[in-house]
């Protein structure tokens, strides 16, 4: 008799053990940000922690700004490591800022966010018209900063040209035209750590995908400005 009270009640703590964990990650994934969560989930996968992505990035002067208006705001459709299997397959390699609804007609302009050089003015597959920028940090370290769905006419800058931080690149493309490669109007901002140009929107794993850093986040330990 006293064995099975014994089996019973280990049991009933597993059960309870159980209930408890689930609900701590609930909580845990119910009281996260949508960019936490995506954080979160690719370090249960294995995956090296975000938290720290732009420590090593330090303005050697001026200011960081940010590329556009509403930034953490209209982050709203397509954050930084998503996986999406669509039109686009693969992990999200930046992030999307929307527009407002004010703004779907209108003139949204785009800014460089540091001191750099022009490495890419073109129109390319899934962006239209797209811009790569080049930035030196202290201690020697690169980033390349990705704009795309640009209007490709309205471009401000040339390849090869160096820009100050907060400088205008251009405005965002109509929607659903081929200045957005058919798609809705908004930025695509990534920042990328290789050393060669790479302005793909989406990686096929997550190895690919830590040469990327979370734009939001690299934005929020910046404590980048708002646009001028």
């Known amino acids: 008799m006293k064995s099975k ?8 703590f597993l059960i309870v053990g159980s209930i408890w964990t689930h609900y701590s990650d ?17 370090k249960d996968l294995g995956y090296p922690s975000y938290a720290n992505a732009s420590s090593a990035f330090r303005a050697t002067s001026g200011e960081i700004y940010l590329p556009v208006k509403n930034f953490y705001k209209n982050q709203t459709v397509n954050p930084f490591g998503v996986y999406r299997n669509g039109r686009f397959v693969g992990y999200h390699s930046g992030v999307d800022i929307e527009v407002d609804p004010e703004d779907l007609d209108g003139e949204v302009p785009v800014f460089a966010i540091y001191d750099g050089e022009v490495i890419k003015v073109s129109d390319a597959g899934g962006y239209g018209g797209v811009v790569a920028i080049k930035h030196n940090f202290e201690g020697n370290k690169d980033l390349t900063s990705i704009y795309g769905h640009l209007r490709l006419r309205d471009i401000k800058v ?15 493309g109509a929607a659903y035209t081929s200045e957005t490669a058919a798609e809705r109007k908004h930025l695509h901002f990534g920042l990328n750590k290789n050393s060669d140009l790479d302005i793909k929107g989406y990686v096929d794993n997550l190895g690919e995908l830590s040469n990327w850093l979370s734009p939001r986040v690299f934005m929020e330990q910046a404590n980048a400005k708002e646009p001028r």
Do not use: D, R
Request: aromatic residues 18%.
């Open 5 to 12: 009270i014994f089996f019973l009640t280990i049991f009933v």
């Open 26 to 42: 609930y909580k845990k994934t119910a009281n996260s940000s949508e960019e936490e969560f995506i954080e979160n989930t690719l």
């Open 158 to 172: 040339n390849e090869g040209q160096k820009i100050t931080s907060g400088y205008l690149i251009g405005y965002l």
